[in-house]
């Protein structure tokens, strides 16, 4: 049961991600506006409670071997492929996660949408965010074919798994 949970609780988390990472640059991408911001603002903190339940449900089962055992993930190019994704959709939210929060009190403190848009930093998020989109799509084609069987190196080589693929 445990397995079944972590699994779906991972694709949940895929969903609410991919949907709120959208929404945040869709919403950005807008005219400077109170509305626009609020909804980029409320896909920013969607887009990361997906992350937490994503990395921990993710970190649980490959560590903890719930699907197939560690070493089976750590020797497989598409694992690997699917990580480097990852990295990279990490390190392109630095930016953003540090200038949405910065724009959250700015906001508390009364500063308008308008005010923190008018330097163009928005739609540079949304282009960050539209990136991240494509990255998840192609972190989830690594994991279709890793979860089959390809990519696996060394003693455990052989192509596809057996019946799959």
């Not at 598409?78 to 990490?90: G, N, S, V, Y």
């Not at 069987?149 to 052989?158: C, Q, T």
């Amino acid at each position: 049961m445990l397995r079944l949970t972590l699994a779906a609780l991972h694709l949940i988390a895929l969903g609410i991600g991919m949907g709120a990472v959208l929404t945040r640059g869709n919403a950005l991408h807008e005219p400077p506006g109170d509305g626009a911001l609020r909804r980029a603002l409320r896909a920013d903190t969607l887009w990361g409670i997906a992350a937490a339940l994503w990395i921990a449900t993710g970190l649980w089962r490959w560590l903890a071997g719930i699907e197939k055992p560690a070493g089976y993930y750590n020797h497989n190019h598409f694992f690997m492929l699917k990580m480097a994704f990852f990295i990279a959709i990490l390190a392109l939210e630095v930016w953003p996660v540090i200038t949405l929060m910065r724009w959250r009190g700015a906001l508390s403190r009364g500063a308008t949408a308008v005010e923190l848009l008018a330097g163009g930093a928005g739609k540079r998020i949304a282009m960050i965010s539209h990136t991240q989109a494509l990255l998840v799509v192609l972190m989830i084609c690594a994991a279709v074919a890793m979860a089959r069987g390809y990519g696996v190196m060394g003693a455990l080589a052989g192509g596809p798994v057996s019946g799959m693929g």
